[in-house]
Every structure is written in structure tokens, then in C-alpha cells.
């Protein structure tokens, strides 16, 4: 090797040394803001419910991951996440068998039937069921695949015409409908508040969530369980779990904003 080649090469590895460098000062920065914004959450989440009378141990903080990078991901493992939550069954399918086997998978945006097959036997929890439709698919593909899928009823209470979800005078007999299909066992119920300003503006949503539970709970329907009320996201959450949330759904108070134009 001449003289010119070596001090090219030279010239090369110190480039890519120092590139190795700054990824790994970036990641290492990555690292630790992202354990900082899940443990602060985790921080929030344990004074609401002293606020509350409650155990912090009542309730779970899903981190919402959509949009993000596998790296992120781990990033939030390491920090203690261990469940994980995404809107879009194909990405959910695509990351999982790039993460940890311990982790628990939530499917947290709307499924559409058509995509049932790819995600019953790898989700911990449906939170978006809200039609006997669905959940007739959902036994369906658990039937075929010898699976038990747990779900929860999604319930539109603010009644906003752009979400998803059953209303709250449909949801028992919905509960009740799906109570007897094979494979599935109904856990609790999932809401999604308003955006809004101020989280106290939900709490009357939470509320009527929570009392709907305890009504449904009441009447010792078979195959049907009202321990899991999901409800409260990054806005609100604190106000949730004042009102009995035993799930929330947190992203960009974990991640932070999210870019839509990327994926993993």
C-alpha cells in the first residue's frame, strides 16, 4: 500500500471513529432524556394516586410507541417500560420480533377486520373493540389459532363524532353479545378523552367511565371483567388516575413529539 493510500485510509478511520463517536454520545443522550421522561411520568403517576388513596402498584403506564424507532423503544425498556402500546397493526407486527419476548403488546388504535389474523396470538391486550363485528372476527381467528384474546370495550363517552367506540347506553349489551363468543374474554373498558387545554375538563369522562364499569361489574355477567378501566393519555393522565384508571396510554410525555413523516 503506497504512502497517499494509508494516510486516505487514516484520514477514513478517524472520520468513521469519531461518527461512531457523536452516535454513541447521541444515543447515550437519547438514553438517559427518555428514562427521565418515563420516570417523571411514573412520578406523576405515584403522587396522583396518594392523591387518590390508591397504590401506585394499581396502575400501569403503557408507553405508547407509534411512529417511533426500535432504538427509542429500548431505549424506554431499559428504563423499566414493559408494556408497549401501538395504533397500526402493521408496525406493531413489524417491531415486534426486534424487541425483548418479555415485552407486553397492547393494540391501541382501531383494527379493522381484515387485519384480526395478524395480531391475535401476539397481543396482550385489544383495547379498540367496539363492535359485536369485530369481536365475532376476533373469536374467529382465536378459535383458529387455539388462542385466548383479551380485549376491552372501547367506549366513545364524550360522544364526539370523530372517535371510534360504542355509546355509553350500547355498551352493556354489547358486553353481553360478545360475552358469548369463544376466545375472547372482555377485561374492562377503554375511553378516549377530548383534547383539551385543561385535563380537569375530562374528568367528568373518566367518571362516567369508571361508574359504567362498576355498573356492568354489578351484574356478574359471565366471562366478563370490569378490573381494567385504560383511559388518560399525556395530557390528562394524572386526572385518569384520580378517577380510577388502572391503564394509561402515554406517548409523547415518554418520546415526545411525534414525527409522522417517519416510521420504523
Known amino acids: 500500500m503506497t504512502q497517499s ?13 469519531k461518527g461512531r463517536r457523536i452516535f454513541q454520545m447521541q ?8 428514562a427521565e ?73 382501531h383494527l379493522q377486520r381484515n387485519k384480526v389474523k395478524y395480531i391475535v396470538d401476539k397481543v396482550y391486550l385489544i383495547h379498540s373493540v367496539d363492535s359485536l363485528r369485530l369481536a365475532e372476527e376476533i373469536s374467529r ?3 383458529k389459532k387455539q388462542v385466548e384474546v383479551n380485549i376491552l370495550i372501547e367506549v366513545n363517552v364524550a360522544q364526539e363524532e370523530s372517535k371510534f367506540g360504542t355509546t355509553t347506553e350500547e355498551t352493556e ?3 353481553r353479545d360478545i360475552s358469548f363468543l369463544p376466545g375472547v ?14 385535563p ?12 359504567l ?13 370490569m378490573s381494567i378501566l385504560s383511559m388518560g393519555m399525556t395530557g390528562d393522565y394524572t386526572v385518569a388516575v384520580q378517577e380510577g384508571a388502572t391503564i394509561v396510554r402515554v406517548g409523547t410525555g415518554i418520546f415526545g413529539e411525534r414525527d409522522y413523516s417517519k416510521t420504523i
Not at 380537569?200 to 361508574?211: A, G, H, M, P
Request: net charge positive.
Open 141 to 143: 381467528e382465536a378459535v
Open 5 to 17: 493510500r494509508r494516510a486516505v485510509r487514516c484520514r477514513r478511520d478517524k472520520i468513521n471513529g
Open 200 to 211: 380537569e375538563e375530562n374528568r367528568t369522562y373518566f367518571r362516567k367511565l369508571r361508574q
Open 37 to 109: 421522561n418515563y420516570n417523571a411520568v411514573k412520578e406523576k403517576i405515584k403522587k396522583a394516586c396518594e392523591q387518590a388513596g390508591r397504590s401506585q402498584e394499581e396502575v400501569t403506564l403503557l408507553a405508547v410507541s407509534k411512529t417511533k424507532p426500535v432504538d427509542m423503544l429500548m431505549d424506554v425498556y431499559h428504563a423499566g417500560a414493559r408494556d408497549f402500546g401501538e395504533n397500526k397493526v402493521q408496525e406493531l407486527v413489524d417491531k415486534i420480533p426486534q424487541l425483548p419476548s418479555d415485552i407486553r403488546w397492547h393494540l391501541i388504535g
Open 213 to 225: 364499569a362498576v355498573d356492568i361489574g354489578n351484574k356478574n355477567i359471565d366471562n366478563v371483567s
Open 27 to 34: 444515543m447515550t443522550e437519547q438514553s438517559k432524556r427518555l
Open 185 to 198: 374474554h372482555i377485561k374492562g373498558l377503554m375511553t378516549i378523552a377530548p383534547f383539551v387545554e385543561d
Open 173 to 175: 349489551k354489547l358486553v
